[in-house]
Nanobody, 126 residues
Framework: VQLQASGGGLVQPGGSLRLSCVAS????????MAWFRQVPGKEREFVSA?????????GYADSVKGRFTISRDNAKNTVHLQMNSLKPEDTAVYYC???????????????????WGQGTLVTVSS
């Protein structure tokens, strides 16, 4: 599966952005889909994941819980990350990822994902 992420940009603190990850060559509902983020000099960090087939049981990093929402649009073969109440510390390159084999207990680990999008930059600054 190939993944194309988009939707990043510059936003003021407290603002919102919606990231999108369009898949081709595979059906998003058949994969665990996730978002990670990375800043220079740091490891890629888990943000959120949604289970295959069902939209229930989405998981979030503690740092984004209550502010970010992951969702899947099967008709458009797309996964979204709605980001509200953005903070400067949310600034990073955001990557979408997919795995057909990752188990629930391991879905926060980047090496568990075989497919990655190219990343989209989110900058939160006044």
């Amino acid at each position: 599966v190939q993944l194309q992420a988009s939707g990043g940009g510059l936003v003021q603190p407290g603002g919102s952005l919606r990231l999108s990850c369009v898949a081709s060559g595979g059906t998003v509902s058949a994969y665990v889909m996730a978002w990670f983020r990375q800043v220079p000099g740091k490891e890629r960090e888990f943000v959120s994941a949604i289970n295959r087939w069902s939209s229930s049981g989405a998981g979030y990093a503690d740092s984004v819980k209550g502010r970010f929402t992951i969702s899947r649009d099967n008709a458009k073969n797309t996964v979204h990350l709605q980001m509200n109440s953005l903070k400067p510390e949310d600034t990073a390159v955001y990557y979408c990822a997919a795995s057909s084999t990752v188990i629930l207990s391991n879905r926060r680990n980047a090496p568990a994902y075989a497919y990655w999008g190219q990343g989209t930059l989110v900058t939160v600054s006044s």
